[in-house]
């Protein structure tokens, strides 16, 4: 079993600053990218930001400049960290990762998602 646990979502006003954390556990050997996705209501699911194993990163431009993705492959987590927040972010943002279980399954795990809010 794997789980992939979200926290850090909320509401924020404006110009705001939220950080989303996504930790990863269960039978896990060993897992490549992360990355952070969000969907609006009506929307289609989009990439956020997205991270290797060995830290190279790629936005979407919407988020370039304003959102940070890091992680801590120690811990096999992922951060978001969201700076100069604007309502058109307010999403259900979720994490997913690439990830090699014990029993050989390489497959893309997703959580459960996390809203962020973003209103004055």
């Known amino acids: 079993q794997v789980q992939l646990v979200e926290s850090g979502g909320g509401l924020v006003q404006p110009g705001g600053s939220l950080r989303l954390s996504c930790a990863a556990s269960g039978s896990i050997i060993s897992i490549n990218a992360m990355g952070w996705y969000r969907q609006a209501p009506g929307e289609q699911r989009e990439l956020v930001a997205r991270i290797t194993s060995g830290g190279s990163t790629n936005y979407a431009d919407s988020v370039k400049g304003r959102f940070t993705i890091s992680r801590d492959n120690a811990k096999n987590t992922v951060y978001l960290q969201m700076n100069s927040l604007k309502p058109e972010d307010t999403a259900v943002y979720y994490c997913?990762?690439?990830?090699?279980?014990?029993?050989?399954?390489?497959?893309?795990?997703w959580g459960q998602g996390t809203q962020v809010t973003v209103s004055s």
């Open positions: 997913n990762a690439d990830l090699l279980t014990t029993t050989f399954r390489r497959y893309t795990h």
